[in-house]
Nanobody, 111 residues
Framework: VQLVESGGGLVQPGGSLRLSCAGS????????MRWYRQAPGKERELVAG????????DYADSVKGRFTISRDNAKNTVYLQMNSLKPEDTAVYYC?????WGQGTQVTVSS
């Protein structure tokens, strides 16, 4: 199993980014997929998840209405669309399935 995140970067407050998580060695449509983030000096926190059944999604209260998790089964990839970004969204974002983690991608929101 391998997860490879991409799409992070530096963005101004109010801007948008789309993170990608490409899976290999398994099929993303058959598992719950999650995005976590970890800011400096803070614990890793769950940001969003998408179920394997009916594509039900769940979000942390801090990102509801701004972030959208989705899945492209043909590409075996999960996405996190992040809009209206705030400085407090600055963190390393990780993709997760079961006990497996990607390497993370840095998101920095700053003017």
């Amino acid at each position: 199993v391998q997860l490879v995140e991409s799409g992070g970067g530096l963005v101004q407050p109010g801007g948008s980014l789309r993170l990608s998580c490409a899976g290999s060695g398994f099929t993303v449509s058959t598992y719950v997929m999650r995005w976590y983030r970890q800011a400096p000096g803070k614990e890793r926190e769950l940001v969003a998840g998408i179920s394997s059944v009916s594509d039900r999604t769940d979000y942390a209260d801090s990102v509801k209405g701004r972030f959208t998790i989705s899945r492209d089964n043909a590409k075996n990839t999960v996405y996190l669309q992040m809009n209206s970004l705030k400085p407090e969204d600055t963190a390393v974002y990780y993709c997760n399935v079961r006990v497996y983690w990607g390497q993370g991608t840095q998101v920095t929101v700053s003017s």
